[in-house]
């Protein structure tokens, strides 16, 4: 199981590079860098490149509105080129309220906009003339839209590789069979290792069915809170104003993927009361009505005997790479806790 960590986009971002050199040296695998309406992703994550030289860098994600295609795909390869092959290229919807309420661009088709984006991106990157009829995307501009003069074009360098895995971020059923089939790595949110054959299995037996053997096994990342030591059980509270803020506050009644996913989970109930309370201005509150097995199920929070027996129910889930957000501050923390869970994942 690779170990990767996310370096928060609201604030600290020196300091968590700072870290990252002695986070490398004691076994880290991969960063994340998120993008959400913070600064952007693509500067971080190639200053990053510059300050490392062996741990993988991710966006986790890009947001698929926000870029065109092609632009998306020279990202990727500039990012693959200044870090020596190590970048992997994370994309998702993000939702309507970053992307209408902060872009001001609309929010539609998700799906078929994310396959096409990535048929796009491979084409760029085998350095092919880019030509796509797609629902979304047209490559180049037929000459009744445009000036006329646009003709197919390929990519001026040559990238490090031509094929950079591809991770996408899905929870619903479609956009998960989809990931299954289409891509290299899956990032899901709020993984429930014991609920999720039954939430997740049948829509990644459809995507794999379909999935073509080239792309190897589906990497699952997952981001997991992580506190190892016997007294550090209360700090799983930290994560109680994430929850509520997703299952609350990220769209409105009705449109709320992340609710959606709580009620999958068996919470309908306790989602109801979250997202009402949440709406209503009463963020603490709301913190405090999610569900405290919720919380445990979806954390590595405890002694070390208690999260070496959750790890394996994550590896038994099929996780292949931990994203973990450390509970306790510090450098030496962070540290003794790769090297803890490298040690535990075996």
Known sequence: MRIGMQIDYAGGFAES??????????????????????????????????????????????????????????????????????????IGASGPQ???????????????????IVEICRQVWRRERVVHEGRYYRIPLPADEGT???KPLKLINRPVR??????????????????????EGWQPIFFHPEKAAEVWGPALAEGMAKRDPALGPLDTSVMVPVAIGDDVAPLVDYVRPVLALYIGGMGARGKNFYNELACRYGYE???????????????????AAVPADLLNAI??????????????????????????????PGTENRTALVRELRELAG
């Open 17 to 90: 590079v700072a870290d990252l050199v002695e986070l490398e040296k004691a076994g880290l695998d991969i960063v994340f860098v998120p993008e959400a309406y913070s600064f952007d992703a693509v500067s971080q994550l190639g200053y990053i490149a510059a300050k490392t030289e062996r741990v993988g860098i991710a966006s986790g994600i890009l947001q698929i509105y926000t870029r065109t295609p092609t632009l998306t795909a020279m990202t990727a390869a500039g990012l693959d080129f200044v870090s020596d092959g190590r970048f992997t290229l994370g």
């Open 98 to 116: 970053v992307i209408e309420g902060f872009h001001g661009v609309r929010y539609d088709a998700p799906l078929g906009r994310t396959r096409e």
């Open 148 to 150: 006329g003069l646009g």
């Open 162 to 183: 031509e094929r950079i895995p591809v991770m996408l971020a899905a929870i619903g059923p479609k956009n998960v069979a989809m990931t299954a089939e289409i891509a």
């Open 269 to 287: 109930a306790e989602a109801k009361r979250i997202q009402d309370l949440y709406l209503d201005g009463k963020k603490d509150e709301a913190a």
């Open 299 to 328: 954390s590595l929070v405890g002694p070390r005997g208690h999260v070496k027996e959750r790890l394996a129910a994550f590896t038994e889930a099929g996780v292949t790479t931990l994203q973990v957000t450390p509970l306790q």
